[in-house]
């Protein structure tokens, strides 16, 4: 997911070369057929320019492979779009940011979200998510528009109370734990999760500390089964390729098995505000 451009390219061009040779059809054949220059195949296949849609059907088409036409499509979708580094993205600060996440979640009509640290921000409280924001800005260097940025993330909540989307939370118990601010907004961000799992169209699960390992996983969210968004340490990433897709709903399905919702949900975050009145 971290490959530079070029690399994603020859990814891509290493593919359709596969698809060729599976194929039995020769280079010059391909270009023959599909009205060519005899020399676009190679800068295709070794990364040197990105194909066209059209150049994906041609390939699909004349090599027999057009089950696998979709997956091109979305990988050449990804190249050029799905690695931001922060720096570009908060570039002017943190509230172009949070307004992009308005369209997105607004867009998608079931939203899930895996978290192992922290509280999802569609669920933070405005003191959670200033102490969020205040760090961001001061370890990426960015603009301080705080105050902005904190309100953008707080308009993005009102997508919670939209009746035709639904939404499941999995967090990991640590989250329940991470430090945010001090102990008075800790208990504050805890007292919204207990209220959130009155909401009719969320779904709040907590996968205890104690559960065993299943799989590898990192936070996430899904956006319908049309895109996941990734926040890695130096950049953002937008997965929309469906084979990998389908692996982070599997992960997800994990998730929610070895999570607990209810009552036993409600007994963790008790456990956890406690912490904070001692």
């Known amino acids: 997911m971290t490959e530079t451009i070029h690399q994603q390219r020859e990814s891509l061009g290493a593919r359709l070369r596969e698809i060729r ?3 039995g059809i020769s280079g010059a054949e391909l270009a ?10 190679s800068k295709i296949e070794y990364g040197k320019v990105k194909p066209s849609r059209e150049d994906l ?13 979709s997956d091109l499509v979305a990988t050449r979708q990804h190249i050029d779009t799905a690695y931001l580094e922060w720096r570009k993205v908060l570039s002017t600060g943190t509230r172009r940011r949070q307004q992009a ?3 997105w979640e607004s867009e998608a009509r079931i939203l ?3 978290e192992p ?3 999802p921000g569609l669920l933070q409280t ?13 370890f990426q260097q960015i603009p301080n528009d705080l105050d902005q940025g904190v309100s953008k993330r707080m308009e993005r909540q009102q997508v919670l109370y939209q009746r035709d989307h639904l939404f499941h939370f999995v967090i990991a118990e640590q989250a329940l734990y991470t430090t945010v601010g001090d102990d008075q907004v800790m208990a504050g961000q805890m007292d919204r999760l207990l209220a959130v ?8 699960g907590i996968v205890p500390r104690t559960a065993p390992f299943e799989t590898a996983t990192t936070g996430f969210v899904m956006f319908d089964s049309k895109k996941v968004l990734v926040e890695g340490i130096t950049a953002e990433l937008s997965i929309t390729q469906p084979r990998e897709i389908r692996v982070y709903h599997r992960t997800f399905d994990v998730l929610v098995n070895q999570s607990v919702t209810g009552e036993p949900a409600r007994r963790l975050i008790r456990r956890a505000l406690e912490t904070r009145s001692h």
């Open 21 to 23: 040779f599976h194929a």
């Open 32 to 41: 023959r057929r599909s009205h060519w220059d005899p020399s676009k195949v």
């Open 57 to 69: 059907e041609a390939y699909c088409r004349e090599c027999g492979a057009e089950d696998q036409l």
């Open 101 to 103: 996440s308005i369209k």
């Open 112 to 114: 899930r979200w895996h």
């Open 117 to 119: 640290m922290l509280v």
């Open 126 to 138: 405005a003191d959670y998510a200033a102490g969020i924001l205040r760090k961001l800005i001061e």
């Open 197 to 204: 799992q009155g909401m009719p169209r969320v779904t709040l």
